[in-house]
C-alpha cells in the first residue's frame, strides 16, 4: 500500500435551500468547483465515488460532466455516504489502482426533521407507529444522562450552537450566517428536553466534491496539497448506545466513534494533542459535546470548562465546528461529512478568511456520525 | 381498557400484571423486543421484571411525521429508557409524570396504557410510594 494519497482540489455548493437546482446539480457544481481548484480536467479523473441519500445516483452527473467512461461507483452509505466515498477514493489511489480520484456527496431533504421507515433498520411498526423513531429523542436522551453524569449544564449546550451561528456568520457556505444570542437559544421552544430548537441542525441542500491524488501527481501538477494522515470508517461494536435502539445493553460497551477515533489515530502515528482545527459531528448541541470527549479531546466532563474559557472557539486551543458545523449548515446526508474535510482543507491551505484559524494550523480532524451506529473520521496534514 | 387490542402481539405477557417479553441470546445477553425473522430461532423468550430505574428520559413537544400514527389531537408525551436491572434498558414511554418529576435513577414501574381510542401500549410511570 502506498499511503501518500492529498487532497488537492476542494469544490463546495453552497448549504441551505436552493430552489429551482437539484441536489445532483449541485453535487456537479461542486465537482466542477474542485477540478478548477485542482487544476486538472474532468477527463483527468480515473475514479469516481459518490452518492446521496434522498437525491438520487451520483453516477448520472456524467451526463453533465462528460462521457469519459470514468469508472464512476455509487455509494449508498447513509450517513457515513462522504465518508464511505472519500475512503474508497482514498483507498483507490493507495492501492495503485489510479493517481487522480474523486469523492463526491450532495443532497436535497424535505423541510422538517427526518423521517425513517422502521423496517428500513430492521425495526417492527409498532417502534414507529408510537413515536419512538425519531433521531432528534435519540440525541436528547443520550446527552440528558451525559449531563446528570458528568455535569454538563443547560448554558454550555448554548454556547455550542452560539459558537456555531457566530462561525457561520463567517463562513460564505453556511446556511445559517446571522448570529444568535444565548439567551435566545436558552428560551426557545423545547424540542425534545433539554434540547431548544436553536440546538439542533436541520435537513438541508448542498453538496461537496474533493479531488485525491497520488504522491507522484502532486509532484507532477505541482498542487497546493494536503495529505491525507488517515480515513477510518466503523460501524457499532457490541453493547453501544445507537440511534433506533428499543433496548441497550446493561453491561455497556464501546462507541464507533471511539473505535474509529483510535483507528485513525493509529493509523496517522498522532494524538488529539496533535490535532490544530476539529470539525465534530454537531447535529445537535450535545452531540458537540459528547463527541470531544469520544474523539479523545478531553475528559468526560471538561466540555464544561472547555466552552466556558472559549477553548473551542477560532482562537482557541483546539477550534471545533470553524465553520458552524451541521448547526450552521444544515445536514444534507450525503455532503455533510464531506464537508467536514472540506472546511479542514480550507484551513490548512490558510484559506479560510474572517474565519481562518490562527497561527497556520497543521493538522485538521473531522469527524461525522449517523445511523444506525457509526463514525467516520478523517485526519489531514499540511 | 380490556376492550383495547395490544399495539402489536408479544411484546407483554397476558397475565393479571403483566411483564415486558424480552429475548435472551446465546450468550445471556437480553434484548427487547424479541427479533423476528431468522434471528428469532436463535433467541429464548423471557418475561422482564415490572420494575426498574429511570436510565434518561427526554420530551416529544411536536407531532413526529410518518409512520408515527397516534391519536389526533396530538398530545405532547415522555419517552424514556428504563434499567431492569440484570436484564436490559428498555425505550418506552414514560406515563403519570411531568419533567420536573423525573430524575435519573427513580424507580419505575410497568404499565399497559391506552395509545389510541383503539390500542394499548407498554409505558412504565415512577413507581408509587406505598
Known amino acids: 500500500m502506498n499511503d501518500d494519497v492529498h487532497i488537492i482540489g476542494a469544490g463546495i455548493h453552497p448549504f441551505g435551500r436552493t430552489d429551482g437546482r437539484s441536489g445532483r446539480d449541485q453535487g456537479v457544481y461542486a465537482v466542477r468547483e474542485a477540478l478548477t481548484d485542482a487544476g486538472i480536467e474532468w477527463g483527468d479523473v480515473e475514479f469516481a465515488y459518490g452518492g446521496s441519500a434522498a437525491a438520487g445516483s451520483a453516477d448520472i452527473m456524467v451526463n453533465e460532466l462528460g462521457l469519459t467512461s470514468v469508472p464512476f461507483i455509487n455509494v449508498a452509505n447513509g450517513c457515513a455516504t462522504g465518508g464511505s466515498a472519500l475512503t474508497a477514493a482514498r483507498n483507490a489511489i493507495a492501492a495503485g489502482a489510479c493517481d487522480i480520484a474523486l469523492a463526491v456527496g450532495f443532497d436535497k431533504h424535505p423541510r422538517g426533521a427526518f423521517n425513517a421507515k422502521p423496517s428500513d433498520y430492521g425495526l417492527p411498526e409498532w417502534y414507529g407507529e408510537t413515536g419512538m423513531m425519531l433521531t432528534t429523542q435519540f440525541f436528547a436522551l443520550k446527552i440528558q444522562r451525559y449531563m446528570a453524569l458528568h455535569g454538563i ?45 436553536y440546538m439542533f441542525c436541520s435537513p438541508a441542500e448542498g453538496a461537496v466534491a474533493l479531488v485525491l491524488a497520488s504522491g507522484k501527481k502532486v509532484r507532477e501538477l505541482g498542487s497546493d496539497a494536503i ?3 488517515s480515513v477510518a470508517f466503523r ?33 496517522a502515528g498522532i494524538g488529539p494533542e496533535d490535532i490544530s482545527v476539529a470539525q465534530l459531528q454537531d447535529t445537535e448541541s450535545g452531540a458537540e459535546i459528547m463527541h470531544m470527549a469520544e474523539n479523545g479531546f478531553c475528559d468526560d466532563g471538561e466540555q464544561e470548562q472547555w466552552l466556558a474559557e472559549g477553548w473551542s472557539e477560532l482562537g482557541g486551543r483546539m477550534p471545533v465546528n470553524t465553520d458552524g458545523g451541521c448547526l450552521a449548515c444544515g445536514e444534507p446526508i450525503g455532503a455533510s461529512g464531506l464537508r467536514q474535510v472540506y472546511e479542514n482543507t480550507v484551513q490548512l491551505r490558510g484559506r479560510g478568511g474572517a474565519r481562518q484559524v490562527p497561527n497556520g494550523p497543521k493538522v485538521g480532524y473531522s469527524h461525522v456520525y449517523g445511523a444506525p451506529g457509526l463514525s467516520a473520521v478523517a485526519i489531514l496534514e499540511r | 381498557m380490556s376492550a383495547l387490542t395490544p399495539i402489536a402481539p408479544g411484546l407483554w405477557t397476558d397475565e393479571a400484571e403483566p411483564r415486558l417479553i424480552g429475548a435472551r441470546r446465546a450468550d445471556g445477553e437480553i434484548v427487547f423486543p424479541v427479533p423476528s425473522g431468522d434471528a428469532a430461532a436463535l433467541v429464548e423468550p423471557v418475561a422482564l421484571s415490572r420494575k426498574g430505574t429511570l436510565w434518561s428520559w427526554t420530551t416529544q413537544g411536536f407531532e413526529p411525521k410518518e409512520p408515527y400514527n397516534g391519536p389526533q389531537l396530538f398530545q405532547p408525551f415522555l419517552i424514556g429508557y428504563v434499567e431492569l436491572p440484570g436484564e436490559v434498558i428498555v425505550e418506552t414511554r414514560i406515563v403519570d409524570a411531568s419533567p420536573a418529576d423525573l430524575a435519573i435513577g427513580m424507580p419505575m414501574e410497568f404499565a399497559v396504557v391506552p395509545f389510541d381510542d383503539a390500542r394499548s401500549t407498554y409505558a412504565f410511570r415512577p413507581e408509587r410510594q406505598p
Open chain 1, 227 to 229: 495529505r491525507i494522515a
Open chain 1, 153 to 197: 449544564s443547560r448554558r454550555t449546550l448554548g454556547l455550542v450552537a452560539e459558537k456555531a451561528f457566530r462561525n457561520g456568520t463567517l463562513c460564505e457556505h453556511a446556511w445559517r450566517r446571522s448570529p444568535v444570542d444565548l439567551d435566545t437559544i436558552l428560551s426557545a421552544p423545547i424540542v425534545n428536553d433539554p434540547l431548544t430548537k
Open chain 1, 235 to 267: 460501524t457499532r461494536p457490541e453493547g453501544s448506545f445507537e440511534v433506533f435502539a428499543p433496548s441497550i445493553s446493561i453491561t455497556g460497551g464501546g462507541k464507533p466513534t471511539e473505535v474509529a477515533s483510535r483507528a485513525a489515530f493509529e493509523m
